[in-house]
């Protein structure tokens, strides 16, 4: 009995499963936008891009007395670069909803540097390695599962901090 097509059909399936697990593991989704890489935002043009532009821009609106506490500080890493920690108060990051549907008091954060996203945060502590040096300015927004910054009375509940950084 001739065995190469039960053969290629079980290396099909190995062969698949192993690329999904590869490219889940780096992030990559079904829908093939990661909201974390800016490059992904670029593909789109005329009003899909303005929607979504939109979409991240367009604040949801926390009543004051509701609105959740954010600080943030920088601590030297022993080996290189900072170690940011994020302290909130009635938040919780939730990164099984990214994307979902909005919850009150969840969510996640979006750190920046000097302006620049450099990534989300579904937790208290993140790793800045090779930071720039000079003054350097660290800010970290809370965002909604669907990625809008959480704002009281129009202004996005964020913390920064600026931090000299040494010459290396």
């Given amino acids: 009995m001739d065995r190469s097509l039960p053969l290629f059909l079980i290396g099909i399936l190995f062969g698949g499963g192993i690329g999904f697990a590869v490219a889940a593991s780096m992030g990559v989704t079904f ?3 990661d909201h974390g890489n800016p490059a992904h935002h670029g593909g789109m043009s005329g009003m899909a ?3 979504h532009a939109r979409m991240h821009e367009t604040p949801v609106a926390i009543p004051a007395a509701e609105a959740p506490g954010l600080e943030i500080a920088l601590h030297p890493d022993p080996v290189s670069g900072y170690n940011l920690q994020v302290l909130t108060e009635g938040f919780r990051f939730s990164p ?4 979902a549907e909005n919850l009150p008091g969840e969510g996640h954060a979006h750190v920046y540097v000097n302006g620049t996203k450099v990534g989300r945060l579904y937790g208290e502590w993140m790793h800045l390695a090779d930071l ?8 970290v927004t809370l965002n909604a599962n669907d990625h ?4 009281v009375d129009g202004r996005p509940i964020a913390a920064r901090e600026t931090l000299e950084v040494p010459a290396r």
């Fill in 31 to 33: 829908d093939g936008h």
């Fill in 49 to 51: 891009a303005q929607d």
């Fill in 96 to 99: 099984r909803n990214a994307g």
């Fill in 132 to 139: 720039p040096e000079g003054a350097v300015e660290v800010e």
């Fill in 148 to 151: 809008r910054p959480l704002a």
